[in-house]
């Protein structure tokens, strides 16, 4: 006689090869949740499991409801990966390319108002008037400025009416709107609404960079230098939509910041874009600076497109790279063989200091070098924020 562990195994083993229970198409159907959420009784599963090799529609739901329930996972981030879009659209476009494709100088500005509508439509009517602290660097000094969620799409949605304007389409401050810098403009905007900016904001912000957009894709090569003016500068309109586009991600943080919604940095190439054109611009920046006294003189001149005075920007991180900032002239060539300081920094540190969310001063993770031009070039870098 088998002992009474023996025996109790046995009947265990009766008991699992046991035929299911005669069950109605009704009831196996019914059952199909349970199943894939595997609540099913032994017996009810064999009955389930079955079925679905004998009937083809309880199979094609079982599997639909079983890719339901991987996403009921608690430890799943339910956030989408902000690399989804783009990897969805190069997978269609790599089976049927764009009749009229985007511009690969668009695609940043394309890409970042894309993910801040996606977080525009995850939060609540309260939450559009939570309050959110615009800041930014203006004579050596932070600025801040009091607004909400809906106010800064208003702000995004007037100063990309620079765009527009510099394409013959609308401008939402109205027609024969004279020449104002972006934070006049942005001013203007919200001094002419009749009541404090709200969700409604979106609609119109969001149409309008569609229409710059498919505008920019319909018009062919040579819309890419056409002249945006921001006032007291002028970018190409290439240049023009990566900085919206740059400023659109800083907003888009600040957003993500005030409602507590988790917020990634643009993709790698993106970002490297973005940090490519301030780059380029830094030389003018110390120039401009250096005209109102407030850096130091050149050391060397040497003849527009030569090789001058450098510093040696290295970024680290996705989108990171090296630049060499002529120090002495605009018009100069950056050179390694001219270099008289290093900086190196994190990429989206970089991008925090042109925006004028953080100071020169705790912006720089290594130095060496000439001090003097590394606190001339950290100072033009955040001199390029604006409102």
């Known amino acids: 006689m088998p002992g009474p562990r023996e025996a109790a195994d046995d009947h265990a083993d009766l008991s699992d090869r046991a035929a299911p229970p005669a069950l109605s198409h009704t009831v196996l159907k019914s059952l199909l949740g349970a199943w894939a959420l595997s609540a099913c009784s032994a017996a009810e599963t064999r009955a389930v499991e079955e079925h679905l090799t004998a009937c083809a529609p309880c199979a094609d739901e079982a599997l639909r409801l079983r890719d339901a329930v991987t996403l009921l996972h608690e430890d799943r981030d339910l956030d989408l990966d902000p690399l989804l879009r783009s990897r969805v659209l190069e997978h269609c476009l790599g089976r ?13 500005y394309d890409a970042e108002t894309a993910r801040l509508d996606a977080l525009l439509r995850d939060i609540g009517e309260s939450e559009w008037h939570a309050p959110v602290r615009l800041k930014w660097y203006e004579d050596d000094r932070p600025v801040r400025r009091k607004s909400t969620v809906a106010g800064v799409i208003g702000h995004l949605l007037a100063v990309d009416g620079l765009l527009s304007g510099a394409l013959g389409l609308d401008d939402p401050l109205g027609p024969d709107v004279p020449e104002l810098s972006p934070a006049e403009r942005t001013e203007a905007f919200w001094e002419a609404l009749d009541r404090p900016p709200n969700r409604r904001l979106r609609a119109p912000w ?91 003189p050149p050391r060397h001149l040497v003849a527009a497109g030569a090789p001058g005075r450098s510093l040696h920007l290295e970024v680290e991180g996705a989108g990171g790279g090296h630049w060499y900032i002529a120090l002495d002239s605009p018009a100069a060539l950056g050179s390694p063989d001219h270099t008289v300081a290093q900086v190196a920094m994190d990429g989206v540190e970089f991008c925090r200091l042109v925006a004028g969310h953080i100071s020169p001063e705790e912006a720089a993770a290594g130095q060496d070098g000439d001090r003097e031009a590394i606190h001339d070039v950290l100072s033009a870098a955040a001199s390029l924020s604006h409102l």
Request: glycine share 6%; aromatic share 8%; net charge positive.
């Open 96 to 108: 049927r390319p764009a009749r009229v494709p985007v511009p690969a100088w668009a695609t940043p």
């Open 206 to 296: 969001r149409d309008q960079s569609h229409t710059l957009i498919r505008t920019v894709s319909f018009a062919g090569r040579g819309v890419s230098d056409l002249t945006v003016t921001y006032g007291d500068f002028a970018l190409p309109l290439k240049d023009a939509l990566l900085e919206r586009a740059f400023e659109c991600w800083v907003h888009a943080e600040d957003i993500a910041n005030a409602v507590a919604y988790p917020y990634d940095p643009p993709s790698g190439p993106h970002l490297h874009g973005m940090i490519d054109l301030a780059a380029r611009l830094l030389p003018a920046a110390v120039a401009h600076r250096r005209r109102t006294g407030r850096a130091a």
